[in-house]
């Protein structure tokens, strides 16, 4: 009973994504506590927990087969896993190929991990709950482990990938602020899950009119355009306030691609801007948290290492070993998009950013047939004047205010298409 | 003018016409025999052919059956004649070769410019300037045919005599140089009859004794013309009936003309004859004589009745007597005599050509007439609510067509500034050939009619709605000037000494009538030329964009604050762009009201002729764009974007290597249809209230939205909502387009109601026949099944009726048992059948549960019927009855490997029962989940017992098709929506657990047809990746080096020399292509958005994976289509009606029996004729010269496949060691180093001059196969490239490394072609006594 964050997305296409996601069954979190529970009563040796495996395995075939390669003559694990292995050795057990793995990028440099997490729990910072998505094998959790206790009461890890869970599981052990769940941060299910299995009971919810000083969201952005899906979605939650959202304004903290930071930030003056960056600023304010240059050069942060370009070209920003930058997003006290009107904010900017270089009165036709009307919401006279929109401003230039002006002319309108899901979807039978 | 003995001369050449079909010999030579032999002879011959009367040549003659099959047989094991064409050149190379056969665009766009500007002398200049530019470029020679140069020749003369008298001179000037050019035969092209008639024409106007006289002292008088057409052995009849003449005055005068100059000449016979074209056409020829098997059209009641009265297409009356000398007589005789078949009646076809001919202007008179009936009623009144759609359209119309008129005035003025010798692409003659009126009108229909089409809810592609709309354009023009000539229009008559379709003579009879009429019809219609992809889609966006501007509805809707009501004037369409897989695609929608009244309203009025039914048998086919629709071109092929294919259609056609393929098509198409009157009612009833059932939605979506979750801010339970509420969405629009397709069905099933109709076929490229009418044909769903039936009855007898039970069993979903069951079932069933036919609606609907439903009603229907009739072997049935292939696919594969396991799986091999794939295959699956459910897995309890035979079947159907894991997973995801029963959001997940079991329970189940899909994807993988071996040495060439960045330079261009696609020949001559390519798109601007679009007149090089992968289901598609043209033809022999559903054949009940021996005889001829033999023989034919370069090999897992294939290739010991030297060791394994029989080595190097001494003197001699096994000798060719040996520039990045040392070295493609894996024990022979192998 999971369902992608792609919510929105599986609306505008017809493209699956759901492929990479695993299926949770309902109660393999009540098991793994429940082992766990007898683990912690059991001295603690660290092989033991080798014995979590199988039992979590027979619950679902569908937890990630790894058995097959190691059959395959792969390096057994080492005894200590609390540790990370030497870089040189990380290859021999977290592998980089297969849909899964291929756009998982972790931080691999220990010091720099260190400094990543001080960053984003800065000093100040007292009795945190940490949510920790896509950890991969555990640099940055580590680090955050081994801030000054009182930052931080509990790290949630959520992971659902073996290889990494391997180096990942005997955190719990030792720290019991720390909880590994086999859960994948894509789905909205695990964030019900959480919340279902008492994760988050002890957290305290603020009013929205302050920053919530406890929860905190922390997450390594997968390379591939899934993370980008991920942060869209998750900065869509702060308008209705759901999510996380709803134990006040908690701040996300990313470490992500360069460009996804460029998109996110691309003001009205960049060629990058684009919907998630009207998004992005109409709901969250984010800053850098660490200098970009301390990540660079990649290779001496990241694993996997990057792959050496053969000649270069703009498309391949997506290959691994372009830089990678570490920011925070903390939603707005007061949000532009008001919490029902998401949907009608995403159908104008879908169908306009299609026309991003062309001016709003160009553009604005496209938007519903008639449309072309709203230019008179827009800029007729009793309109005041400093409230009409520039016309000839083009799409990309769009402030968010303008964007907020043609939304309300949208809703205005008593013409507006009402399914703004399916007005663009394709049948699934393309032939004729 | 010629007495008594002429008119006893024309009785005899009358019925001599008429009576005496002349046989093939006579028609191989041409007309101009008749000129050389006294024409008193010629008229005296007596005929000494013990012909059969006429009327009885028409039916069938007693055939002996097996002769006939002993034709067959032998027809399919003779050496089929291949069609070979040169393989297409890369875009940056040209040769005069290449071009002969594959025009590219520029100068197919020069063609049509030349037509356009002609076209009613719009700019004859700067068609001239085309022209001339096109004769010294030589670009266009193998175009320029005599039919262009006479179309100038007549265009210079008009412009002398019409348009610009003042320069009279100077045109007849510019004529008798063209024309002095074609006598002297300066440029290859020579005069035709048609030639001299526009010369005498000239004469006619401007002899020196003429109104307007030219004085020109070289100007050709009758007399020289006539010695020199009689040079060429042109009969002067023929000039006088030649289409150039518009009246019987003018052809008068030029018999005059002529008869003076033969009594100068002295030629006697020419004189008689033309007396006798003279009295011809005094002569009315009496259509319906001799036709027996028509009955004259009582009813007219078209939806153009209305103005069919009015337009008064006056059939000429019969009158005995005097009657003055007409053109169009003479025309109709000498029509009859050169087709040698009968020519349609006039009266017959006069409703499909009044059909065809002014739909547009029917479609503008029913408007109007509706609009002024709205107007009548006052504005706001009911009736006009409910017919919304035709008063926007006519409101549409008028605004488009004012607009249109200025806006092409405005392009022409535009144009008109241009320097003349500027290219710049002229609109202006395209858009004059068509009145704006009916411009207009083409794109308002075609818009309509697309809307929903490429799977755009509420409307289409702009790409395709461009073309299409272009296209219309350009049909509408070659429509008008096809009937503007009146030609005479071949009807299908079987030839009088008919020796059936497989015999030496029959072929060759066929063959010889389809080139004459052909010829015939090429002759008589104007020349016009093809468009370009480019041309259309600038025409179009010209046309949509101006739509799209005027055309508006109003709109009303309440304003959600001041709950006012507001008006708005809206656009009818408008254009928006969506993010289809992340790429931009622009879409033409229509407005949400337009398209809600589609659903509801008339639609008939949006259909264009070209999509309807025929209400005279097709015209047969005679070269690959004449057939079908009278006036409206259609292609006897389906071409997917691939000018490859049209040149190979047409060249086979031209070689007579397909007539038993158009012979087919021309079965199919006769086959007379009509509408099942009481289904009709029953849907109709339905249909109107509104309700859904059985495959007919419902007018209002009925289905409940999806529940809102109380709590939107629970994410979880909000994404759930939202895949639900996106399945319901999806769903609600489907409802609405599947309400759109029934109601265009009822719409042409009422206009139909009471008339016989016909469906034209046409193929797709793998030779499988379509029915070209789209929405209503016989292949369409269940409800277009059920509505129609034969048009003509027979009898039931005893063992129609146990069919027709059978028939009935099946249909419900009753057919896996064996016959008797089957019969048990119905008869079990009785009170039900009679309960649904007398009841259907009312009683208990038993029918409603069938798997298909209308069908069975219809089947109830008739044996309820039947059976009340008191007699029921005496009852007349229309029914079809169906045979279909169980599994076919997989029936072929084990026919060709003699798989004897596979065989028993898909009923080849005798049983009792049927044995069922499917079924087997959904017990196998059941088990594995079994086994899962006890470990507690998911979907196995989700799935538990739903996995049902219906399922599996699509997937395990299409596995011999190659499907991939993707697509099952689609397939199953639909079957188990459509079942309903699991939640929306869980079957994605659950297709994908099943599509893996079904795929894994399938795997080794059709071991047997995998070796042969192996075989046939290795060969064309080879051939994709094969190069011409003349092409070889230009291959070694580099590239020219502008790669961006100086990286991944290649040292040669063997990829872009790989050109060659897969093609084949099957058994029944027809040569397939596989169009895949690279697609390299081009963007066009237009007014409404950029486009890209596909250039098919520039071919890429080939996709090798998509041609290797798709080459099996392919062949297989071209085997069971050339099973079922088989069947057709042989059904057509022994008098059965027949049709067809690719592997569904269709007959009357009574003739079952008759059939089902067809299909097996079919079969097991087909099957016994060694089909992959031939087909590796003629792979090593048509590639004979092609190389294969190893690099090419060694990618993925080609090369192992190829070693488990069993291929060798011999090298000679110095060939493995330069192999070795260069550090390549992967060839071992398929390699066999010999000394005695190796092929030596050849080398090719760069430099032209020694390249070919070298080649030639070094010709690898491929020793002589040793008998059986022919795969093992190679040759492998290493050239050297002098010029780049110093170029070191390694580039890992591309799989195929084309920089390796094995870059230059080549094996020959016979070399390397598999072996054909061993045949089974399976004797094709067993399924005469099979009764389940079609059932």
């Known amino acids: 009973m999971s369902s992608p964050f792609l919510l929105r997305r599986a609306f505008s296409t017809s493209i699956r994504c759901s492929y990479r996601t695993k299926k949770i069954p309902e109660d393999i979190i009540t098991n793994t506590l429940a082992t766990q529970e007898r683990k912690r009563r059991l001295p603690k040796n660290i092989q033991d927990i080798e014995e979590i495996k199988p039992q979590a395995e027979s619950q679902s075939a569908l937890t990630p087969k790894v058995d097959r390669r190691r059959k395959r003559g792969e390096v057994s694990l080492p005894d200590n896993r609390l540790d990370l292995p030497p870089l040189s050795k990380w290859i021999d057990y977290f592998p980089t190929t297969g849909i899964a793995l291929k756009g998982r990028i972790s931080l691999a440099n220990p010091e720099t991990a260190a400094l990543v997490a001080d960053s984003f729990v800065p000093n100040g910072s007292r009795d945190k709950v940490i949510i920790e998505a896509y950890p991969g094998p555990g640099a940055l959790t580590r680090a955050l482990m081994q801030l000054p206790k009182e930052r931080i009461r509990k790290i949630i890890v959520l992971e659902d990938t073996e290889h990494y869970l391997n180096f990942l599981n005997p955190l719990q052990e030792v720290d019991p602020r720390v909880q590994v769940l086999p859960m994948n941060g894509f789905l909205w299910d695990t964030y019900h899950q959480l919340e279902v299995q008492g994760f988050l009971d002890d957290v305290e919810t603020t009013p929205w009119s302050q920053s919530n000083p406890y929860l905190h969201f922390i997450s390594h952005l997968p390379m591939d355009v899934l993370g980008e899906q991920l942060i869209a979605q998750l900065l869509r939650c702060a308008p209705a306030q759901s999510w996380l959202f709803k134990y006040g304004r908690v701040p996300m903290s990313y470490l992500m691609h360069e460009w996804v930071w460029d998109r996110i930030s691309a003001s009205t003056e960049v060629l990058a801007r684009c919907k998630l960056s009207v998004i992005a600023q109409a709901v969250s304010e984010f800053n850098l948290s660490i200098v970009p240059q301390l990540l660079l050069p990649y290779d001496d942060h990241f694993y996997p290492a990057g792959i050496k370009p053969t000649y270069s070209s703009k498309a391949e920003n997506r290959r691994r070993g372009t830089p990678f930058v570490a920011g925070t997003l903390r939603p707005l006290e007061h949000q532009i998009i008001q919490s029902d009107m998401l949907d009608k904010w995403d159908y104008c900017l879908r169908k306009l950013f299609v026309l991003k270089s062309t001016p709003l009165k160009n553009a604005i036709g496209h938007l519903a047939p008639g449309a072309d009307v709203l230019k008179s919401y827009l800029t007729s006279d009793d309109v005041p004047a400093e409230q009409r929109t520039d016309m000839m401003r083009i799409i990309r230039k769009l402030d968010v205010e303008d964007w907020a002006a043609v939304v309300h002319a949208f809703d205005r309108w008593p013409f507006a298409p009402e399914d703004l899901l399916v007005t663009d979807s394709f049948s699934r039978d393309e032939r004729i | ?1335």
């Open chain 2, 1 to 1335: 003018m010629l007495p008594r003995s002429a008119q006893k001369l024309e009785m005899t050449l009358v019925s001599y016409s008429r009576q005496r079909l002349p046989r093939p010999a006579r028609l191989y030579s041409t007309p101009s025999k008749t000129v050389n032999a006294p024409v008193t002879a010629f008229a005296q011959v007596p005929l000494p052919h013990p012909d059969y009367p006429p009327i009885l040549a028409q039916r069938e003659l007693p055939v002996d059956e097996s002769s006939h099959l002993f034709a067959m047989q032998g027809f399919l094991k003779r050496r089929t004649p291949y069609t070979i064409l040169p393989t297409p050149l890369p875009d940056d190379r040209v040769s005069s070769l290449n071009s002969f056969y594959f025009t590219d665009s520029p100068t197919q766009d020069q063609l049509a410019v030349m037509d356009a500007c002609l076209h009613n002398l719009y700019d004859v200049p700067r068609a001239k300037q085309v022209f001339q530019q096109l004769r010294a470029s030589k670009s266009g020679e193998s175009l320029l045919e005599s039919r262009i140069y006479n179309s100038f020749l007549e265009a210079y003369i008009d412009m002398a005599y019409t348009k610009e008298p003042e320069d009279r001179t100077l045109w007849v000037e510019d004529a008798y140089q063209l024309y002095d050019t074609m006598e002297k035969g300066i440029e290859k092209v020579h005069p035709t009859s048609s030639t001299y008639a526009i010369m005498l024409q000239a004469w006619r106007r401007f002899n020196p004794e003429s109104e307007t006289p030219v004085h020109l002292s070289n100007m050709p008088n009758p007399t020289t013309l006539l010695s020199n057409l009689m040079d060429r052995e042109i009969s002067p009849t023929n000039v006088v009936a030649d289409r150039v003449f518009s009246s019987s005055e003018e052809a008068s005068d030029i018999i005059k003309l002529l008869s003076k100059a033969a009594v100068e000449l002295n030629f006697p016979h020419v004189l008689a004859e033309l007396g006798q074209a003279e009295s011809l056409g005094s002569h009315v020829p009496d259509p319906l004589e001799d036709v027996p098997e028509v009955n004259p059209v009582t009813r007219l009641n078209t939806p153009s009745e209305e103005t069919l009265d009015e337009s008064g297409n006056v059939i000429p009356v019969q009158t005995q007597g005097e009657v003055p000398f007409n053109l169009s007589n003479l025309r109709k005789h000498l029509a009859q005599v050169t087709l040698a078949r009968r020519v349609l009646p006039e009266d017959l076809a006069s409703r499909q050509k009044l059909l065809e001919e002014s739909v547009y202007d029917v479609a503008v008179e029913r408007l109007r007439h509706e609009a002024k009936v709205f107007d009548d009623l006052g504005l706001g009144g009911r009736e006009l609510q409910r017919a919304d759609l035709q008063k926007w359209m006519w409101d549409w119309h008028q605004k488009l067509k004012t607009r249109l008129e200025a806006e092409i005035k405005e392009i022409i003025a535009a144009e008109a500034k241009i320097a003349s010798n500027k290219t710049v692409p002229r609109m202006g003659p395209f858009l004059s050939l068509v009145k704006p009126e009916k411009l207009s009108l083409i794109t308002i229909l075609e818009i309509m009619r697309l809307q929903g089409s490429g799977g755009v809810t509420d409307g289409m592609k702009t790409a395709r709605a461009l073309l299409t709309v272009g296209r219309a354009v350009e049909n509408e023009y070659k429509a008008e000037m096809c009937k503007r000539n009146n030609i005479a229009i071949p009807s299908h008559a079987r030839p009088g000494e008919f020796t059936g379709y497989f015999t030496g003579l029959g072929y060759r009879d066929l063959h010889a009538r389809r080139v004459t009429a052909a010829k015939y019809m090429e002759d008589s219609e104007e020349w016009t030329s093809e468009w370009t992809q480019l041309l259309r889609v600038r025409v179009g966006s010209i046309l949509v964009d101006c739509l799209m501007d005027t055309a508006t509805i109003e709109r009303t809707a309440v304003d959600k604050r001041t709950n006012e009501e507001i008006k708005e004037h809206q656009p009818a369409f408008y254009h928006a762009y969506e993010y289809v897989r992340g790429q931009k695609l622009g879409v033409i929608r229509l407005n949400p009201v337009v398209s809600e009244r589609i659903a509801k309203d008339g639609v008939r009025e949006t259909l264009h002729p070209r999509h309807l039914p025929m209400l005279v048998k097709p015209k047969p086919w005679l070269s690959y764009d004449q057939g079908g629709y009278l006036y409206n071109r259609s292609a006897a092929m389906r071409f997917k974007d691939c000018q490859e294919q049209q040149t190979y259609l047409d060249h086979a056609s031209a070689l007579g290597n397909v007539e038993l393929v158009y012979a087919g098509l021309d079965v199919l198409g006769s086959t007379p249809w009509k509408v099942n009157r009481k289904i009709f009612d029953v849907v109709l009833k339905v249909w109107n209230s509104g309700e859904r059932l059985c495959k007919v939605p419902p007018a209002a979506y009925d289905q409940p939205e999806p529940e809102k979750p109380q709590n939107m801010n629970d994410i979880k339970a909000k994404s759930v909502y939202g895949t639900r509420l996106k399945a319901y969405m999806q769903d609600r629009a489907n409802n609405h387009s599947d309400r759109c397709s029934v109601n265009y069905k009822i719409e042409i099933a009422r206009a139909f109601l009471g008339d016989t109709m016909y469906l034209p076929h046409n193929l797709d490229f793998r030779g499988r026949a379509y029915p070209i009418p789209p929405h209503f044909n016989h292949i369409g769903d269940d409800l277009s099944r059920g509505l129609l039936m034969f048009a003509e009855a027979q009898p039931l007898g005893e063992r129609g009726l146990r069919w027709l039970k059978i028939h009935l069993a099946n249909l419900y979903g009753f057919d896996k048992g064996n016959f008797d069951e089957r019969v048990k079932f119905v008869m079990d069933h009785l009170e039900d059948v009679y309960d649904s036919a007398e009841n259907p609606l009312d009683g208990r609907r038993w029918w409603t549960k069938a798997d298909d439903p209308w069908q069975c009603l219809a089947t109830c229907m008739e044996l309820h019927e039947a059976l009340e009739s008191g007699d029921p072997h005496a009852f007349m049935s229309y029914l079809p009855v169906h045979q279909d292939g169980t599994c076919n696919g997989l029936q072929h594969y084990a026919a060709l490997g003699g798989d004897v396991k596979g065989a028993a799986q898909v009923n080849l091999s005798v049983t009792d029962r049927p044995s069922d794939v499917y079924t087997y295959v959904a017990s196998m699956v059941e088990q594995l989940i079994e086994e899962d459910l006890k470990k507690g897995d998911k979907y196995a309890i989700m799935l538990a017992g739903r996995v049902s035979r219906k399922v599996v079947k699509q997937t395990v159907m299409t596995t011999v098709y190659g499907v991939t894991y993707i697509g099952a997973r689609e397939q199953i995801e639909k079957q188990l929506k459509d079942r309903k029963d699991l939640p929306e959001e869980e079957c994605w997940g659950a297709s994908a657990y099943l599509a893996k079991k079904v795929l894994s329970c399938i795997g080794d189940l059709f071991s047997g047809a995998k070796a042969i899909q192996t075989w046939l994807n290795l060969c064309a993988r080879l051939i994709s990746k094969s190069i011409p071996a003349d092409r070889v040495p230009d291959a070694l060439q580099a590239p020219s080096r502008k790669k961006r960045n100086g990286s991944a330079l290649t040292r040669n261009r063997i990829r872009k020399e790989q050109m060659s696609s897969v093609v084949w020949t099957t058994p029944l001559g027809l040569p397939i292509v596989q169009p895949y390519r690279k697609t390299k798109r081009k963007q066009v601007m237009t007014a409404i958005q950029s486009v890209f679009i596909s250039d098919p007149n520039a071919p890429a090089e080939v996709n090798a994976v998509k041609q290797a992968s798709a080459f099996p289901p392919n062949f297989i598609h071209s085997l069971d289509a050339t099973h079922m043209m088989l069947t057709a033809l042989e059904c057509r022999t022994q008098g059965l009606t027949f049709a067809s559903v690719h592997d569904s054949y269709w007959t009357h009940a009574s003739s079952i029996d008759k059939m089902s021996e067809i299909i097996r005889d079919t079969f097991i001829a087909l099957h016994s004729s060694d089909v992959l033999g031939k087909l590796a023989t003629e792979f090593r034919t048509r590639y004979a010269s092609h190389k294969v370069p190893l690099a090419s090999l060694r990618i993925g897992k080609l090369l192992k496949n190829l070693e488990g294939a069993g291929v060798r290739i011999v090298t000679s010991s110095e060939q493995a060691a330069a192999l070795h030297e260069d550090g390549c060791t992967s060839f071992d394994n398929i390699m066999d180093v010999s000394d005695v029989e190796a092929g030596s080595i050849a080398q090719i190097s760069t430099s032209p001059e020694d390249s070919k001494t070298t080649e030639i003197s070094q010709k690898v001699k491929v020793p002589k196969p040793k008998r059986g096994r022919p795969f093992k000798n190679a040759a492998m060719i290493q050239g050297e490239i002098a010029s780049l040996a110093d170029e070191a520039g390694e580039d890992g990045a591309g799989d195929e490394d084309t920089d390796s040392p094995l870059s230059n070295k080549f094996v020959d493609l016979s070399a390397v072609l598999p072996p054909l894996p061993k045949k089974g024990d399976f004797d094709v022979e067993t399924i005469k006594k099979s009764q389940y192998f079609f059932s």
